[in-house]
């Protein structure tokens, strides 16, 4: 065969002023054939009309006015947020919190099972991990001034999940889940279940209060802080082993935060350094390093 018959045309790149240049059309043309050649059942569900983007626009307001609002998009299993501000003089009040568990709620209504947002370091990282988003992706300096831009999800799944508060007639249950807690973070804690029953009421009767999280009647979870003048301790928090995964642990923080903490106290975990799970899933929800106790074994 001819060398010069398979030699390709010499290549000319030119800028366009716009999308509407001429030729444009073919560069779509090109990608939407590849799109349907590829996977053709989901470009066909984006031509349906149940399936278009839906808008979620929320506003809080009180007796002065708008204090703050939540700007999104729903579509398929996706719920994209895209803007939540709340007015200066009314932040920490809980305002963001409410806007966003509503709008998850909204989106779990029309179908949704994940949420996905942007936001630069600057904003509102922080405020996402706490309720229960993941980091799943960044870009260092992102906006050419050093700044970093984090990409975010969540698995609203565990929107569904319920809290109320324990009583006494949940000790026994309670007490088993606490020897599973026991075992599963390798503590050398010796107690028999009916011990730590025992225990539990006294705890629940005096200085802490007992959270369980169910999810469609099942138990999944369970909390228990004690809230201090400046201070709230999270002494426990266990998940039951086939719903780990999930998001239910960092769900059961987000309803604490949101729900039952005030937000003016300063709030305080405690974690064996062998369980390295448990320090990341802290440090993740936004804790940091503060003490670390040591000690010395009798006879050593």
């Known amino acids: 065969m001819n060398a010069e018959a398979i030699r390709p045309a010499p290549l ?13 059309h073919l560069v ?3 990608l939407r054939e590849h799109n349907y050649a590829t996977n053709p059942k989901f470009m066909e569900l984006l031509q349906q009309p149940e399936h278009e983007v839906q808008t979620l626009v929320l506003l809080a307001s009180n007796d002065t006015g708008v204090v703050g609002g939540l700007f999104a998009e729903t579509r398929f ?8 501000a709340v007015r200066p003089e009314n932040r920490s009040q809980g305002i963001g ?3 966003l568990a509503e709008a998850e709620r909204a989106a779990v209504a029309r179908g949704c099972e994940h949420a996905y947002v942007e936001t630069m370091e600057y904003q509102a990282p922080r405020f996402y991990l706490g309720h229960g988003y993941r980091v799943v992706g960044e870009i260092p300096n992102w906006d050419s001034q050093g700044h970093r831009k984090y990409f975010l999800t969540k698995n609203l799944a565990t929107a569904t999940v319920r809290y109320r508060l324990a009583t006494a007639e949940d000790c026994p249950r309670l007490a088993e889940l606490n020897r599973e807690l026991i075992r599963d973070e390798g503590h050398r804690n010796r107690m028999t279940v009916p011990e730590l029953e025992q225990r539990m009421r006294v705890w629940i009767a005096e200085e802490y209060r007992a959270v369980i999280f169910e999810d469609d009647s099942e138990i999944v979870a369970y909390v228990l802080f004690r809230e201090e003048p400046q201070e709230i301790y999270l002494r426990q928090l266990f998940v039951v082993a086939h719903r780990r995964g999930q998001g239910i642990g960092r769900r059961a923080v987000e309803i604490l935060r949101t729900q039952l903490w005030p937000h003016n106290k300063r709030l305080t975990v405690a974690a ?3 369980n390295e799970n448990a320090l990341q ?3 993740s929800l936004g804790y940091t390093d503060y003490a670390v106790s040591l000690e010395i074994l009798p006879g050593a």
């Open 12 to 24: 000319k790149i030119e800028a366009a002023a716009d999308t509407s240049a001429a030729g444009c």
């Open 28 to 30: 779509r043309q090109w």
């Open 272 to 274: 064996l350094t062998s």
């Open 281 to 283: 899933f802290w440090r």
């Open 77 to 84: 299993a996706w719920l994209r947020i895209s803007i939540i």
């Open 97 to 99: 919190a409410a806007l």
